[in-house]
Nanobody, 120 residues
Framework: QVQPVESGGGLVQPGGSLRLSCAAS????????MGWYRQAPGKERELVAR???????NYADSVKGRFTISRDNDKSTGYLQMNSLKPEDTAVYYC??????????????WGQGTLVTVSS
C-alpha cells in the first residue's frame, strides 16, 4: 500500500529554519494535491499549508510569510520550507497527499509524521 513518507524534522532553535520533505513510499507514484498538517501535544491536528494539483497554495494565518509549500516539477517530492520558527511551531508534522500512477489515484493518504521541536 502506497503512502507518503515525511523527512526533515528535528530540533531547531527559535528563529531557525527546517525543510520538510514528502515523497511516496513507492517512487513510481507522483504527488498531486498535497497538504501539510501538524499536531501539537494536547491539541487537534490542524492544516498548515496546502498545494493543489494546479499549484495554487494556501496557508494557515499562523504561518503566512514564514512557511512555503512547494513541489518538484516532476511531482516526485513535496516540501515545506519553514523559516523564523517559533516554539509554538513545535508539533508532529504530517503529509497528506493524493498519490497517482498510471491513471490510478490514491486520495488523501497520510504519512507517519515527523517531529519538529523548536527550543533553545
Amino acid at each position: 500500500q502506497v503512502q507518503p513518507v515525511e523527512s526533515g524534522g528535528g530540533l531547531v532553535q527559535p528563529g531557525g529554519s527546517l525543510r520538510l520533505s514528502c515523497a511516496a513510499s513507492r517512487s513510481i507514484f507522483r504527488i498531486n494535491a498535497m497538504g501539510w498538517y501538524r499536531q501539537a501535544p494536547g491539541k487537534e491536528r490542524e492544516l498548515v499549508a496546502r498545494i493543489t494539483s494546479g499549484g495554487s497554495t494556501n496557508y494557515a494565518d499562523s504561518v503566512k510569510g514564514r512557511f512555503t509549500i512547494s513541489r518538484d516539477n516532476d511531482k516526485s517530492t513535496g516540501y515545506l520550507q519553514m523559516n523564523s520558527l517559533k516554539p509554538e511551531d513545535t508539533a508532529v508534522y504530517y503529509c497528506n497527499a493524493d498519490l497517482y500512477y498510471s491513471g490510478v489515484t490514491h486520495v488523501g493518504r497520510w504519512g507517519q509524521g515527523t517531529l519538529v521541536t523548536v527550543s533553545s
